[in-house]
Nanobody, 115 residues
């Protein structure tokens, strides 16, 4: 059973930066994709950024060059560097991992950006 542990969320002023981390443990097979989604109150969960097993990256349109996803394969850990944060980035950020048998989600970490 795959488990994901997220960290790095918190409160930051507009224009600031945060880095999120997600460490995967358990019976992990060949990773299809690993990355981040977010959900704000009253809105659907949306793509933030993912990285495929081959290293290709996929970003949500709202990122506009502000966020960068990276991965440490030896640690099965994915990171999200977020710069130039805006109040509309406020949401719960969820880590996700998909391999040939799993579709695992973390419990989420709150990111709050103040005006």
């Amino acid at each position: 059973q795959v488990q994901l542990v997220e960290s790095g969320g918190g409160l930051v002023q507009a224009g600031g930066s945060l880095t999120l981390s997600c460490a995967a443990t358990g019976r992990i097979f060949s990773i299809n994709a690993m990355g981040w989604y977010r959900q704000a109150p009253g809105k659907q969960r949306e793509l933030v950024a993912t990285m495929s097993g081959g290293g290709s990256r996929n970003y949500g349109d709202f990122v506009k060059g502000r966020f960068t996803i990276s991965r440490d394969n030896a640690k099965n850990t994915v990171y999200l560097q977020m710069n130039s944060l805006k109040p509309e980035d406020t949401a719960v950020y969820y880590c996700n991992l998909r391999d040939f048998v799993n579709n695992a989600w973390g419990q989420g970490t709150q990111v709050t950006v103040s005006s």
